[in-house]
């Protein structure tokens, strides 16, 4: 609805009725149940999300730094890998000179112990034309040298006369009936063992008694 303005007659417009609780001159403000904020701009918020969505599948800077980092990375296990076969031929190689070493060492031993019966054998050979009783006499003491030298590397002689045949420990060559043994004793040694157990060299030969 005008209005007459003055005296001059000219006619304005009279504002619009402002919604009520709102000044007059005031733009209208967001309709009843319309929450308040600034209008989303969807091109803009779209343009943005692909954005984001390509940095993270590695598109963009962010997948264009790890990727380098991930090659170092590899590298470095790779020489992690290398130095460690090194190492690991290495020590290998270290323990396969010290078991020839001692075993060597081992054999050395062995050799010294059996020295002093090679020289008694030797000087009852230079003694061959002596009494021949002295001759055996020399023997008979070599041969106790040698079963000493056994015995202290661990393999003791070992009589089996009149043990119950066992296959671990003898070695059956002949079975012969004996009315004064038990049946399956040992009645004669034919080679005797030496050792015990885990350490014995060599099971004896023997025979065996048999009833009948």
């Known amino acids: 609805m005008g209005e007459r303005a003055g005296s001059g007659g000219a006619w304005r417009e009279s504002p619009a009725a402002a919604p009520p609780g709102q ?34 599948a590695g598109g963009g800077p962010a997948g264009e730094t790890a990727i380098p980092d991930l090659l170092d990375r590899i590298a ?5 890998r290398r130095r460690a076969l090194a190492d690991l031929d290495n020590l290998r190689k270290r323990c396969a000179t010290q078991v020839a070493r001692a075993q060597a060492e081992a054999r050395a031993e062995v050799a010294r112990e059996w020295l002093p019966v090679v020289d008694n054998l030797e000087r009852a050979l230079a003694h061959s034309s002596a009494d021949p009783a002295a001759i055996i006499d020399g023997i008979r003491a070599v041969r106790e040298q040698a079963l000493s030298v056994l015995a202290r590397l661990g393999f ?33 040694v034919i080679r005797p063992a030496y050792g015990e157990g885990d350490h014995q060299l060599r099971p004896a030969q023997v025979v065996v008694a048999r009833s009948g």
Do not use: C, K, M, Y
């Open 23 to 56: 000044p007059p001159g005031q733009p209208p403000g967001p309709s009843p149940g319309q929450p308040p904020g600034p209008p989303q701009d969807t091109a803009a918020n779209g343009q943005r999300d692909g954005a984001d969505s390509r940095d993270s």
């Open 76 to 80: 470095e296990l790779e020489d992690l």
């Open 156 to 188: 003791p002689r070992r009589d089996d006369t009149g043990a119950t045949f066992d296959p671990v420990r003898h070695d059956a060559i002949a079975a012969r009936a004996d009315p004064g043994a038990a049946d399956g004793s040992v009645i004669e």
